[in-house]
Nanobody, 124 residues
Framework: QEQLVLSGGGLVQPGGSLRLSCAAS????????IGWFRQAPGKEREGVSC????????HYADAVKGRFTISRDVAKNTVYLQMNSLKPEDTAVYYC?????????????????WGQGTQVTVSS
Protein backbone atom coordinates (compact mmCIF):
# COMPACT_ATOMS: atom_id res chain seq x y z
CA GLN A 1 0.00 0.00 0.00
CA GLU A 2 1.39 3.35 -1.05
CA GLN A 3 1.88 5.79 1.78
CA LEU A 4 3.63 9.09 2.41
CA VAL A 5 4.43 10.06 5.99
CA LEU A 6 5.37 13.63 6.79
CA SER A 7 7.27 14.92 9.77
CA GLY A 8 9.18 18.00 10.86
CA GLY A 9 6.53 20.66 11.15
CA GLY A 10 6.11 22.88 14.17
CA LEU A 11 6.31 26.37 15.58
CA VAL A 12 9.31 28.53 14.72
CA GLN A 13 10.17 32.19 15.11
CA PRO A 14 10.60 34.43 12.08
CA GLY A 15 14.04 33.93 10.60
CA GLY A 16 14.23 30.38 11.88
CA SER A 17 14.53 27.08 10.04
CA LEU A 18 12.67 23.79 9.77
CA ARG A 19 13.24 20.66 7.74
CA LEU A 20 10.24 18.69 6.56
CA SER A 21 10.61 15.01 5.72
CA CYS A 22 8.40 12.92 3.47
CA ALA A 23 9.04 9.19 3.80
CA ALA A 24 7.50 6.81 1.30
CA SER A 25 6.43 3.21 1.56
CA UNK A 26 4.95 1.04 -1.12
CA UNK A 27 6.76 2.78 -3.95
CA UNK A 28 10.16 4.20 -4.82
CA UNK A 29 10.44 7.96 -4.69
CA UNK A 30 13.44 7.95 -7.03
CA UNK A 31 11.10 6.81 -9.82
CA UNK A 32 8.60 9.62 -9.34
CA UNK A 33 8.52 13.36 -9.47
CA ILE A 34 7.88 14.86 -6.03
CA GLY A 35 6.16 18.08 -5.11
CA TRP A 36 5.77 20.09 -1.94
CA PHE A 37 2.62 22.14 -1.50
CA ARG A 38 1.16 24.33 1.21
CA GLN A 39 -2.25 25.60 2.12
CA ALA A 40 -2.90 28.53 4.42
CA PRO A 41 -6.31 29.13 6.01
CA GLY A 42 -8.76 30.54 3.50
CA LYS A 43 -6.35 30.09 0.59
CA GLU A 44 -5.95 27.58 -2.18
CA ARG A 45 -3.26 24.93 -2.09
CA GLU A 46 -0.16 26.24 -3.81
CA GLY A 47 2.95 24.61 -5.17
CA VAL A 48 6.13 25.35 -3.24
CA SER A 49 8.75 23.19 -4.90
CA CYS A 50 9.18 20.08 -7.02
CA UNK A 51 11.95 17.76 -8.12
CA UNK A 52 12.17 15.66 -11.26
CA UNK A 53 13.24 12.03 -11.52
CA UNK A 54 15.50 12.29 -14.55
CA UNK A 55 18.16 14.77 -13.50
CA UNK A 56 16.89 15.86 -10.09
CA UNK A 57 16.19 19.27 -11.51
CA UNK A 58 14.24 21.45 -9.13
CA HIS A 59 11.73 24.25 -9.29
CA TYR A 60 10.67 26.74 -6.64
CA ALA A 61 7.84 29.18 -6.26
CA ASP A 62 9.02 32.78 -6.34
CA ALA A 63 7.89 33.26 -2.74
CA VAL A 64 10.37 30.68 -1.43
CA LYS A 65 13.20 30.87 -3.95
CA GLY A 66 16.55 31.25 -2.23
CA ARG A 67 15.13 30.18 1.15
CA PHE A 68 13.80 26.66 0.60
CA THR A 69 15.65 23.64 -0.76
CA ILE A 70 14.14 20.37 -1.93
CA SER A 71 16.26 17.23 -1.90
CA ARG A 72 15.92 13.48 -2.22
CA ASP A 73 17.67 10.68 -0.28
CA VAL A 74 17.35 7.60 -2.45
CA ALA A 75 18.66 5.20 0.19
CA LYS A 76 16.10 6.37 2.74
CA ASN A 77 13.31 6.72 0.17
CA THR A 78 12.68 10.15 1.61
CA VAL A 79 12.32 13.67 0.25
CA TYR A 80 13.11 16.76 2.28
CA LEU A 81 12.19 20.40 2.24
CA GLN A 82 14.73 22.54 4.06
CA MET A 83 13.13 25.86 4.96
CA ASN A 84 15.34 28.74 6.05
CA SER A 85 14.68 32.39 6.83
CA LEU A 86 11.07 31.57 7.56
CA LYS A 87 8.49 34.32 7.46
CA PRO A 88 5.02 34.58 9.03
CA GLU A 89 3.53 34.28 5.54
CA ASP A 90 5.06 30.79 5.28
CA THR A 91 2.57 29.62 7.89
CA ALA A 92 0.47 26.83 6.38
CA VAL A 93 -0.17 23.12 6.31
CA TYR A 94 2.53 21.59 4.14
CA TYR A 95 2.04 18.50 1.99
CA CYS A 96 4.26 16.32 -0.09
CA UNK A 97 2.89 14.61 -3.16
CA UNK A 98 4.04 12.06 -5.71
CA UNK A 99 3.45 12.25 -9.41
CA UNK A 100 3.58 9.22 -11.69
CA UNK A 101 5.69 11.13 -14.19
CA UNK A 102 9.28 12.12 -14.81
CA UNK A 103 8.80 15.84 -14.39
CA UNK A 104 7.39 17.82 -11.53
CA UNK A 105 4.52 20.25 -11.69
CA UNK A 106 3.23 23.10 -9.55
CA UNK A 107 -0.39 22.05 -10.11
CA UNK A 108 -1.91 19.97 -7.35
CA UNK A 109 -4.19 18.20 -9.82
CA UNK A 110 -1.16 16.61 -11.49
CA UNK A 111 -0.22 14.55 -8.43
CA UNK A 112 -1.44 11.07 -7.59
CA UNK A 113 -0.53 10.41 -3.96
CA TRP A 114 -0.52 12.80 -1.03
CA GLY A 115 0.87 12.80 2.45
CA GLN A 116 -1.29 13.76 5.42
CA GLY A 117 0.05 17.28 5.85
CA THR A 118 2.07 18.88 8.62
CA GLN A 119 1.50 22.27 10.24
CA VAL A 120 4.19 24.92 10.00
CA THR A 121 3.62 28.05 12.07
CA VAL A 122 6.00 30.99 11.91
CA SER A 123 5.33 33.39 14.73
CA SER A 124 7.09 35.31 17.45
Amino acid sequence: QEQLVLSGGGLVQPGGSLRLSCAASGFTLAEHAIGWFRQAPGKEREGVSCIATTDNSTHYADAVKGRFTISRDVAKNTVYLQMNSLKPEDTAVYYCAVRAALWGSDAAKDYDYWGQGTQVTVSS
